[in-house]
């Protein structure tokens, strides 16, 4: 609220900021007291920030019918989702705007094909006469599956009406009284922007994600990609390039562990000498050797993790080692004593 009205503030012409100088700061004090008070009173506990999707739960909503090509609510749906992810955009004010001539489908070198995104105006990037465009532009490739971004872009124009598959409103609203052989799925009026605002809702309404104690809303669609791009150990600089982010250090509100992550943090702070069997049918990790504290350097570079399975190392020759299956056990040999 203060941010809301130093804003206000500053658009009317107003000198001081309410949130930064110092004639203000008896208000920020009082701000921050209550803060703390209701902070003791046990208020704020809840995690009420968006979370982001994880690959068991996206193939969930890829399953059950709600991200796809087989209808037009779904079709339009992954048109949201894969350009919330690929180009890294905001689920909501930068959908608004987005018209179809902001996209061009062409070839690469090597003949693969990849849609093109021309980003327009954006809240970190307003324009004017001195606006930063991106110096990097994202690019959606084709991947020849059944999920094929490309091919799922080309889809949803070809079902649009004929006058608007080259120019006009990306997003368009839903034919929901059209024939079953209607080729055409959408209307010539474009989506309203409390649709748009709402698209997460709908792609997991009805799905189990939607009783979930997790908190979905538009944000967790940018939140996965950088999950995903975090899991495929990709540098934060390239990272900041499909996002769009201008300071690497924003990315720090990203940095939330998902529930796999979580998981093998706890178990490596439990475990000692073995890993806890999983309750149920929970997949449990790859058991991990527990390697002895002392030993010589030539054994401190046998590293490895295995699973149920007893591995032997003579380290005084340089015969195989001798794997059979059994319990999960790892012994040394080095010298005359056997260390487990």
């Not at 110096?135 to 059944?146: D, I, L, R, Y």
């Not at 091919?151 to 649009?160: D, G, H, P």
């Not at 024939?179 to 709402?198: F, L, T």
Request: proline fraction near 5%; aromatic fraction near 8%; charged fraction near 30%.
């Amino acid at each position: 609220m203060m941010a809301s009205l130093d804003r206000h503030l500053k658009n009317k012409g107003y000198t001081l900021s309410i949130v930064r100088d110092r004639e203000f700061s008896s208000s920020k004090q009082v701000l921050e007291g209550k803060a703390k008070q209701l902070r003791l009173a046990g208020r704020g506990k809840r995690p009420n920030k968006a979370r982001q999707v994880s690959e068991e739960e996206e193939e969930i909503l890829w399953k059950s019918g709600k991200l796809g090509g087989n209808n037009p609510e779904s079709l339009i749906q992954t048109m949201w989702w894969l350009l919330t992810q690929h180009f890294g955009l905001r689920g909501r004010q930068e959908h608004h705007g987005m018209r179809l001539e902001d996209f061009r489908i062409m070839n690469g070198d090597d003949g693969i094909e990849f849609v093109e995104f021309a980003e327009g105006p954006t809240e970190t990037r307003p324009g004017g006469l001195s606006a930063k465009p991106r110096q990097f532009q994202p690019k959606m490739f084709q991947t020849g599956e059944g999920k094929c971004p490309v091919a799922l872009f080309r889809q949803y124009i070809s079902r649009k009406p004929p006058n608007l598959r080259t120019s006009g409103p990306f997003y368009l609203s839903i034919k929901y009284n059209r024939r079953a052989d209607d080729k055409i799925w959408y209307k010539v009026q474009p989506m309203g922007e409390n649709k748009i605002n709402s698209m997460m809702k709908s792609i997991i309404s009805g799905t189990s994600l939607e009783t979930s104690e997790k908190r979905f809303s538009n944000h967790s669609a940018r939140k996965t990609v950088v999950s995903k791009m975090k899991k495929a150990n990709l540098e934060r600089s390239a990272i900041a390039k499909v996002t769009g982010h201008r300071n690497i250090q924003s990315l720090d509100d990203y940095d939330e562990a998902d529930e796999d992550e979580q998981r093998q943090l706890s178990w490596a702070i439990s475990r000692k000498n073995s890993t806890p069997k999983p309750a149920g049918n929970t997949p449990g990790p790859t058991s991990s050797a527990v390697i002895p504290h002392k030993m010589s350097s030539q054994a401190q570079n046998v590293m490895n993790s295995f699973t149920n399975c007893n591995v032997t190392f003579n380290l005084n020759n340089k015969t195989s080692p001798t794997i059979r299956p059994c319990k999960r056990r790892l012994r040394f040999i080095e010298s005359d004593s056997d260390t487990d």
